[in-house]
DNA sequence: GAGCACTGC
């Protein structure tokens, strides 16, 4: 702990954080800055006047640093120093430091807008631009204004970024802490590769046959090429071996591994023994391998973003950032001086690598983080002013504001409605709260919270496509309920009550191949969004089990409509020759039921006349994911109101954000006052680096 | 009849 590089920073930090209210901290990997950044403060007394917060995009990264802090000051997690993360608060009156998640801080400002406990707020990994890390930094740019007497905000970024951030903020100082890295040499390649899979495998192989000890990492896109890389390494490795004097073990590495799995990639090592480790980006940030020596980076990821015109999402391949070749490369330099081979030449490095990541903020829906904004009902904030480090684009803020309109969280007028109030204080997107409430007014509150829960942790539930299914089991896949032809969601309840039924017990979820972990987080959900509905509720919260058929065919009549309303921007109506859908409410997408569906024609070979759904996602062609059957007449009322939407009034009649989607509104009453905006250097470089990025996606 | 990168309240 002793020499770690920022301590020897001490003074300068101080006395830029005693001469300024926001400070941006640069500090690569291994500058020990979300340990010893807190200590300083409390040692300066910085937590004699309030609690120095630090905030983490990733819930095992605060509990985990917070754990250290409490080790290096000698003190009992939970005393002086805490962690708060969903679900679980382990702060008490004493706590002078406290780690949290960015979303527990939110959720903090939502009821303590001024979050006048808090001494000082250190915004941590700001540089990943999380969703919520980037609505965090425009908050924390307002509440500076206002506490400038008793507040400081520190933002510590790992990468050149912090320029920018420090604009952001007025020009406040920056200060660079070195990181404790080793040298990582870069080996580029001298063309692009033909298939990056078999040049992954050609350099793998060949640092194992040339280079000394050292584990290699390997960046993939998916789980599907990290199983084929998995096994023609098995197989040439294996062909190798009396060339090589080192054993190898090959390991997958991905988020869908069941955690046992993945437990092999972090324990000891054999020795005398090479290991890949074929991984996603999970191990850019999330993870980190001890005993990498030697990183192959493919300079490729797979990113999911979201189209605010058609409503769909899609997931590509894309090239990563220049940070994120960084990162990959600094992956290799931990343990002691490393090589990255790059598959790609130093001129595409150059010349079409983006400098950094497109922010989350510009590849996803807004609806939720708008609500949450309106909610917070601060008179000098108005959401299309908002200050954002980097501004969604207008479509996408439009889009948010018909979504939020369409489903009663904002009037006419733009303005949060009591509706919406209640449902930004529930933690789930804006389709599922707007679903309890109306679930709320026709009895059938306990099943909504039923399914908004199982939606919650809807992608860990079902077993991983795993090779090895030939494990023995009682039951199949096929043996859970089937939704009663209604579709996924009424499905997602009827496991759920399943479950219920046999109280909960752990075996029943293994026969079913059910993830043991997911429901248990179903559970966790449902409990917490029971607590927050409490003082709404008008029936049962608790698991109601209907013992007549006709009773539940009731309540899933009655759930429907509430899904119905709640999804009213996640409308689609079948064509009429075939079993295809088109959706309503945007530009019209042509769009298939994804075959996981339960959703299946009917004796005449028919699905349902329409179908509201959770998710719209192109990956081999556009899918809906999760459908549920509803009815036409739920339907003629919101196509009613997709048809009188006036944008430009729910905006706050501001013309500025008119003049750049005239081509995607054209559904929509034009309006001749349109204001021409002239937009800043700031507005025309996002819309530059947009530019190239769609271009690129194009070319592919 | 296809398949989902990664987080979080």
Redesign the pocket.
Request: avoid cysteine; charged fraction near 20%; aromatic fraction near 2%.
């Given at each position: 702990m002793a020499d770690l590089p920022i301590l020897q920073f001490e003074e300068t930090i101080m006395k830029a954080v005693e001469e300024n209210t926001v400070v941006v901290i640069i500090g690569e990997t291994g500058s020990g800055k979300s340990t010893q950044l807190s200590q300083i403060l409390h040692r300066r007394g910085y937590t004699k006047s309030g609690i120095v917060g630090v905030t983490?995009?990733?819930?095992?990264?605060?509990v985990s640093v917070a754990r250290r802090v409490s080790q290096e000051l000698g003190v009992r997690l939970g005393d002086e120093v805490g962690y708060?993360?969903?679900?679980e608060d382990r702060t008490s009156e004493r706590t002078r430091i406290k780690y949290?998640?960015?979303?527990?801080l939110?959720?903090e400002s939502l009821s303590n807008p001024e979050l006048d406990e808090y001494s000082v707020v250190i915004l941590d990994e700001a540089h990943e631009r999380?969703?919520?890390t980037d609505i965090l930094l425009g908050l924390m740019k307002r509440l500076v204004e206002r506490r400038a007497s008793n507040f400081k905000v520190l933002i510590t970024s790992a990468t050149l970024d912090g320029e920018k951030v420090s604009q952001f903020f007025s020009e406040c100082p920056v200060v660079r802490v070195p990181g404790k890295l080793f040298p990582v040499e870069i080996v580029y390649s001298h063309e692009r590769p033909v298939s990056y899979l078999e040049s992954s495998l050609a350099t793998a192989l060949d640092i194992h046959m040339k280079e000394g000890e050292g584990d290699v990492l390997i960046f993939m896109?998916?789980?599907?090429d990290?199983d084929k890389l998995v096994s023609k390494l098995e197989d040439r490795v294996r062909s190798l071996e009396e060339g090589s004097c080192m054993d190898a073990i090959i390991l997958p590495?991905?988020?869908?591994?069941q955690p046992e799995m993945q437990v092999r990639v972090f324990g000891p090592r054999p020795p005398n023994c090479r290991r890949f480790i074929v991984?996603?980006?999970?191990a850019e940030?999330?993870?980190t391998v001890d005993g990498v020596v030697y990183v192959i980076d493919s300079g490729y990821?797979?990113?999911?973003q979201y189209n605010p015109s058609t409503g769909m999402y899609s997931?590509d391949v894309v090239q990563i950032s220049k940070v994120q070749a960084h990162q990959r490369a600094g992956r290799a330099g931990r343990t002691r001086p490393g090589k990255c081979y790059r598959l790609y030449p130093s001129a595409v490095y150059e010349d079409e690598f983006l400098d950094v990541t497109i922010p989350?903020i510009q590849r996803s829906s807004l609806a939720?983080s708008v609500l949450y904004l309106k909610s917070l009902d601060l008179p000098d904030i108005d959401i299309l002013k908002f200050d954002f480090l980097d501004s969604p684009s207008p479509e996408s803020l439009q889009d948010a504001l018909k979504q939020l309109y369409l489903i009663d969280a904002i009037d006419e007028n733009g303005l949060i409605t009591r509706i919406g109030k209640t449902m930004a204080e529930?933690?789930?997107?804006p389709s599922l709260s707007r679903t309890l409430m109306e679930a709320n007014e026709h009895g059938c509150l306990s099943q909504a919270l039923t399914v908004a829960a199982m939606l919650?942790a809807?992608?860990?539930l079902?077993p991983g496509?795993s090779k090895n299914t030939e494990k023995k089991r009682k039951h199949d896949y096929l043996d859970l309920p089937d939704g009663s032809g209604w579709g996924d969601h009424i499905q997602l309840l009827q496991i759920y009550e399943c479950w219920h039924q046999t109280n909960y017990d752990i075996d029943w979820c293994k026969d079913y191949q059910l993830q043991v972990r997911g429901m248990k987080f179903v559970k966790d959900v449902r409990r917490?969004l029971s607590q927050i509905m409490q003082k709404i509720a008008k029936g049962p919260l608790d698991v109601q089990i209907s013992r007549r058929w006709k009773e539940s065919q009731q309540d899933y009549h009655n759930l429907r409509r509430a899904l119905c309303v709640g999804y009213a921007n996640q409308l689609a109506e079948r064509m009429v020759y075939h079993n295809g859908y088109r959706t309503l409410g945007f530009k019209p997408q042509v769009v298939q039921v994804?075959?996981?569906s339960v959703l299946k024609p009917d004796d005449e070979g028919k699905l349902p006349d329409y179908v509201v759904y959770q998710?719209l996602?192109a990956?081999?062609?556009p899918?809906l994911?999760?459908v549920c059957a509803v009815n036409i007449a739920w339907v003629t009322p919101i196509l009613d109101k997709v048809n009188k939407i006036n944008i430009n009034k729910l905006s706050g009649g501001i013309g500025r954000i008119e003049e750049h989607t005239e081509e995607n509104m054209s559904d929509l009453p034009k309006t001749d006052n349109v204001v021409a905006a002239v937009p800043d250097d700031h507005e025309s470089k996002i819309q530059a680096a947009r530019e190239r990025f769609l271009a690129r996606k194009g070319k592919k």
């Open positions: 983490q995009p990733r819930r095992v990264a605060a708060a993360i969903r679900f949290l998640t960015d979303g527990v939110l959720r999380s969703l919520n896109t998916g789980q599907d990290i590495l991905h988020g869908s591994l991984a996603t980006n999970i940030t999330s993870l990821v797979k990113q999911r997931l989350e939720g529930l933690p789930l997107e919650s809807e992608t860990t079902l496509r917490q994804h075959p996981s998710e996602i990956t081999s062609r899918y994911r999760t």
